[in-house]
C-alpha cells in the first residue's frame, strides 16, 4: 500500500526553527515528485512547493519562495518542510501529498495525514 | 486570491445533483493542462476525487464526474448524500508560475 506517515504536532514559539517529516513508503519514493500544501485554520488549501527526490529539483510557489525550505532524504524515504525562523502566521495544518503517477502534470495521491504546526508566545 | 476561481459554497437537497465550477485562464487551464479534484471532509487530508479532468480513481463512486471546457472545469455530484458534505476543491498547473501547481479557493457543499 503507498503511503505517506507525516510527523506529530509541534508547539513553537515565535523565531524558531522548524523542520517536519513525510515518509513514503510502498513505491520507489526516489520516481515520484512529492509536495507540500498549506492549510491555515478555516482556510483553502495553498500550494508550497514539490521536489522530486531522485535528483532533489524543486519548485516554489512565489508566495513561499524563501520562506520554507524544501527537502528530501532518499536513504530514508523521507521529504521534509522546513523554517529557519517560525512567525505566528505559520500557525496551520501543513499537508504533503505524491504525484499520482510519473506524469508531471499529474494530481497529487495519496496524502500525508497532516501535520499541525502551532506558533504561539 | 487564488489563480483558479470556486464558488465559496453550493447547497443541494439530497437525491439532488450539483455542479462546482473552476474557472481559470489561458495559461493554466485554457493552456490544456489537467484538472483534478480532491474531496475534504471535515478533519481529514484531502483525497483524489477526479483526475485527468473526467477520471476517478478505483473505489469513487460514479455520482461523482468532471469535465473541462476552454477556460473552465465543472465537477458534478448526482444523487446526493448526506455523506458528500465536504470541502471541493479544483487543481491545475499554470505556465506563468514558477511552481506550476494551483489550487481553487475551494467550495464548501452542504446537503440540505
Known amino acids: 500500500e503507498v503511503q505517506l506517515v507525516q510527523s506529530g504536532a509541534e508547539v513553537k514559539k515565535p523565531g524558531e526553527s522548524l523542520k517536519i517529516s513525510c515518509k513514503g513508503s510502498?513505491?520507489?519514493?526516489?520516481?515520484?515528485?512529492i509536495g507540500w500544501g498549506r492549510q491555515m485554520p478555516g482556510k483553502g488549501l495553498e500550494w508550497m512547493g514539490i521536489?522530486?527526490?531522485?535528483?532533489?529539483?524543486?519548485r516554489y510557489s512565489p508566495s513561499f519562495q524563501g520562506q520554507v525550505t524544501i527537502s528530501a532524504d532518499k536513504s530514508i524515504s523521507t521529504a521534509y518542510l522546513q523554517w529557519s525562523s517560525l512567525k505566528a502566521s505559520d500557525t496551520a495544518m501543513y499537508y504533503c501529498?505524491?504525484?499520482?503517477?510519473?506524469?508531471?502534470?499529474?494530481?497529487?495521491?495519496?496524502w500525508g495525514q497532516g501535520t499541525l504546526v502551532t506558533v504561539s508566545s | 486570491q487564488s489563480v483558479l476561481t470556486q464558488p465559496p459554497s453550493v447547497s443541494g437537497a439530497p437525491g439532488q445533483r450539483v455542479t462546482i465550477s473552476c474557472t481559470g485562464s489561458?495559461?493554466?487551464?485554457?493552456?490544456?493542462?489537467?484538472v483534478h479534484w480532491y474531496q475534504q471532509l471535515p478533519g481529514t487530508a484531502p483525497k483524489l476525487l477526479i483526475y485527468?479532468?473526467?477520471n476517478r480513481p478505483s473505489g469513487v463512486p460514479d455520482r461523482f464526474s468532471g469535465s473541462k471546457s476552454g477556460t473552465s472545469a465543472s465537477l458534478a455530484i448526482t444523487g446526493l448524500q448526506a455523506e458528500d458534505e465536504a470541502d471541493y476543491y479544483c487543481?491545475?498547473?499554470?505556465?506563468?508560475?514558477?511552481?506550476?501547481?494551483?489550487f481553487g479557493g475551494g467550495t464548501k457543499l452542504t446537503v440540505l
Open positions: 510502498g513505491y520507489s519514493f526516489t520516481s515520484y515528485w
Open positions: 521536489i522530486y527526490p531522485g535528483d532533489s529539483d524543486t
Open positions: 489561458s495559461s493554466n487551464i485554457g493552456a490544456g493542462y489537467d
Open positions: 501529498a505524491r504525484r499520482r503517477s510519473y506524469d508531471f502534470w499529474s494530481g497529487f495521491d495519496p
Open positions: 487543481h491545475s498547473y499554470d505556465s506563468s508560475l514558477s511552481g506550476y501547481v494551483v
Open positions: 485527468g479532468n473526467s
